[in-house]
Nanobody, 122 residues
Framework: VQLQASGGGLVQPGDSLRLSCAAS????????VGWFRELPGKEREFVAA????????YYADSVKGRFTISRDNAKSTAYLQMSSLKPEDTAVYYC????????????????WGQGTQVTVSS
């Protein structure tokens, strides 16, 4: 499956932004989807994940209550709604697909999209 992340940009602290992850090539509904981010000078870290049906979601503690992951299998697209953004959310955000259960472990994802830059600054 090919993944295309989009929706990044420059926003101010407290703003909201929605990232999209469009999939093509295979049956999107068979895959769990995760979002990861890479902060400047740091390793890529888990942000959120969602099961193939959308019935189960998982979040990093740092974004819990502010970010919401969702998916629309009819559109082969997953989303990351980000609210109350903080400067420390500034990162390149990546979406990934897993053949198995949603997981926080980067190595368990089989397919990756290119990143989309999110910058939170006043």
């Amino acid at each position: 499956v090919q993944l295309q992340a989009s929706g990044g940009g420059l926003v101010q602290p407290g703003d909201s932004l929605r990232l999209s992850c469009a999939a093509s090539g295979r049956i999107f509904s068979k895959y769990a989807v995760g979002w990861f981010r890479e902060l400047p000078g740091k390793e890529r870290e888990f942000v959120a994940a969602i099961s193939w049906s959308g019935g189960s979601t998982y979040y990093a503690d740092s974004v819990k209550g502010r970010f919401t992951i969702s998916r629309d299998n009819a559109k082969s697209t997953a989303y990351l709604q980000m609210s109350s953004l903080k400067p420390e959310d500034t990162a390149v955000y990546y979406c990934a697909a897993s053949n198995y259960l949603p997981t926080t472990v980067m190595g368990e994802y089989d397919y990756w999209g290119q990143g989309t830059q999110v910058t939170v600054s006043s």
